[in-house]
């Protein structure tokens, strides 16, 4: 039998990788600031890494209602929008990111709070464990955020570019009951889409009536990633 060897390091679960890559992100958070903040699992890993720092900031400007209970939970002041004119920083994960920070967002459904907070922030730090890094957008279903009274005619446009929307049925319900966002919309979900120029789909796809928001993030794209690898954190700049 042969021995494992003593270099051989134990790989890192998915959810090890998102704890590391919430606790860099900390570097980032700007003492006496109020800050911007996403939504979903990786974001919650660092709202409980940024409990360490919660007496030098001012607050947050939150992207969900799930954030925001997360955050007042640990005694984090959270800002409304309208209250903050720029933030430093906003920081998010994403479903997936290519090469120049072009990102997929919207898995965890608050995509269109997501990129009003991100419009509001000079920098954008995307914070993904590797798995989330393409060389093209589109292996993820693309979120897009509707107005329900245009579910069908918006599935039609998909199909005639070669994409395959659905709507996004709520989790746990029995019967076929659509996810209902903070916005009180609904949510398309658009397989089968290669997007090799994310900013020119993202100013299309914006225009289409009852669209409210599309979970490309071209405009708005990353300047900076934390990508966590088994090999640890690392930074990428675009
Ligand atoms: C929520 C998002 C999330 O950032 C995205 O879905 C990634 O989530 P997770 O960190 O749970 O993988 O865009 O709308």
Do not use: H
């Not at 890993?45 to 919660?54: E, G, H, Q, V």
């Not at 957008?137 to 929307?165: C, H, N, Y």
């Amino acid at each position: 039998m042969t021995k494992p060897s003593a270099q051989t390091k134990p790989a890192l679960s998915q959810d090890e990788l998102k704890t590391l890559v919430g606790q860099a992100a900390l570097r980032f958070v700007v003492p006496g600031q109020i800050i911007g903040v996403g939504s979903g699992s990786t974001v919650n890993k660092f709202i409980d890494a940024l409990a360490s720092m919660k007496d030098q900031i001012k607050g947050v400007v939150s992207a969900s209602q799930a954030s925001t209970a997360r955050l007042r939970a640990i005694g984090i002041p959270v800002f409304d929008a309208n209250e903050v004119e720029e933030l430093a920083v906003y920081i998010d994960g994403a479903d997936e990111i290519d090469q120049r920070g072009n990102m997929i967002k919207g898995g965890g459904a608050a995509l269109t709070r997501e990129k009003i907070v991100s419009a509001q922030s000079r920098q954008f730090v995307c914070i993904v464990d590797e798995s989330k890094l393409v060389q093209t957008l589109g292996r993820f279903p693309v979120p897009v955020e509707v107005i329900p009274m245009a579910v069908q005619r918006l599935v039609r446009q998909f199909a005639a570019i070669g994409g395959r929307a659905q709507v996004r049925i709520k989790a746990g319900s029995t019967g076929q009951e659509p996810l209902v966002t903070d916005n009180g919309q609904v949510l398309l979900d658009v397989s089968g889409l290669q997007i090799s120029d994310p900013l020119a789909f993202e100013a299309q796809v914006s225009q289409w009536p009852g669209v409210v928001t599309v979970g490309v993030f071209a405009f708005q794209k990353a300047q900076v990633c934390l990508l966590a690898t088994a090999d640890g954190v690392k930074t990428l700049t675009f």
